[in-house]
């Protein structure tokens, strides 16, 4: 079992899966997603990554919500923000086809904007969107934009008027939450977001832990399952 697998063996197969090798060579496939080497590079001390690590990273962390005792999630895809904002609700009325979101209890919207990665998280539970960016920006209007959708949805996919007033959107402040200290680990963050909070676990991690959280995603795409 993984779970056994030392630290060393670990470190050992992630060296290799990030050395040279065939660049189109797929190192993982679920979620309809093919991870080549080169997506995996992405994940490299102080690369950028690409949506495509964290789709299948999102679709991970949907996997494992399925098991007892953990929050029910959905995650949108990274298509899936720019999509409603350019066409509203219209143009993403059919993501839902197969998907009821009000028997969720959380759903995770990636939310690339100018070179940054931030996280939406629409809170089922507590009634309330709340934006992270690990980099203290607020992101109202995502809230707002994606609020709006909520109402579209619920009264396009089950006739149930949505009551605003019992909703609230909440930009989450830098004290809040962990913060990067360089220009390259957003995409990191907000996989971590979406990991502790799909736990409902206190988001304790810093700046400091991404070179070690790198290498664990990179495992944990190959190996198809968090650790």
């Known amino acids: 079992s993984p779970f ?4 060393q063996d670990m470190d050992r197969e992630v060296v290799a899966a990030f050395s040279i090798g065939q660049p189109d060579e797929i190192m993982s496939s679920a979620f309809k ?5 080169e997506d995996l590079h992405t994940l490299r001390n102080l690369c950028w990554v690409n949506d495509k690590i964290i789709n299948f990273y999102l679709g991970l962390v949907v996997e ?14 990274t298509f899936f923000f720019p999509k ?16 009821d979101l009000f028997k969720k209890d959380m759903i995770l919207v990636p939310i690339h904007s100018q070179l940054h990665w931030t996280l939406a998280v629409i809170d ?28 579209e949805e619920s009264r396009e996919k089950r006739n149930v008027k949505v009551d605003i007033s019992e909703w609230s959107i909440h930009s989450m402040a ?3 939450i962990p913060q990067q200290l360089n220009g390259s680990d957003c995409g990191i ?39």
């Open 4 to 7: 056994n697998c030392s630290f």
């Open 84 to 99: 409603l904002r350019a066409g509203g609700y219209k143009a993403v009325s059919r993501w839902t086809k197969t998907v």
């Open 64 to 77: 494992r919500s399925k098991k007892e005792g953990y929050p029910v999630v959905h995650a949108f895809s």
């Open 189 to 227: 963050f907000i996989c971590k977001y979406a990991d502790y909070i799909s736990r409902d676990k206190p988001m304790d991690f810093l700046q400091t832990h991404m070179p070690y959280f790198r290498k664990k995603m990179a495992w944990e795409i190959i190996h198809q399952q968090l650790l």
């Open 33 to 37: 997603l093919k991870i080549t080497r």
């Open 124 to 151: 089922m539970r507590e009634k309330v969107i709340k934006h992270f960016d690990s980099m203290g920006q607020k992101g109202d209007y995502v809230c707002q934009l994606l609020l709006k959708y909520l109402q």
């Open 174 to 176: 830098p004290h809040e």
